[in-house]
């Protein structure tokens, strides 16, 4: 299972970006999918994450801003980010909970992270 992320970028406070993930290679069925941030000199930490049926969850710090969504056909999962503050910069890592065939179990995927940076 691969991760593929881009949306990433520089945006000015208040403003918005949407990140998408899509998943591909060889999956039978894919669980939940989510976002997770690392700033610098901090931990990764959950942004948002939502279920197989669309059951989401997401950081304090985020709610009422940021909106994730996912397209199950698609495989893919999207993070809407609107009035985004400085201390949203970090790199943004997709993450899923995946089946990759009928002989092994679910596992845990990660993508390789798009950066994103508030800055005036």
């Known amino acids: 299972v691969q991760l593929q992320a881009s949306g990433g970028g520089l945006v000015q406070p208040g403003g918005s970006l949407r990140l998408s993930c899509a998943a591909s290679?060889?999956?039978?069925?894919?669980?939940?999918m989510g976002w997770y941030r690392q700033a610098p000199g901090k931990q990764r930490e959950l942004v948002a994450r939502?279920?197989?049926?669309?059951?989401?969850n997401y950081a304090d710090s985020v709610k009422g801003r940021f909106t994730i969504s996912r397209d199950n056909a698609k495989n893919t999962v999207y993070l809407q980010m609107s009035s985004l503050k400085p201390e949203d910069t970090a790199v943004y890592f997709c993450?899923?909970?995946?089946?990759?065939?009928?002989?092994?179990?679910?596992?845990?995927?990660w993508g390789q992270g798009t950066q994103v940076t508030v800055s005036s």
């Open positions: 993450n899923t909970v995946a089946r990759p065939n009928y002989y092994s179990g679910y596992d845990n995927y």
């Open positions: 290679g060889s999956i039978v069925s894919i669980a939940d």
């Open positions: 939502i279920t197989s049926s669309g059951t989401t």
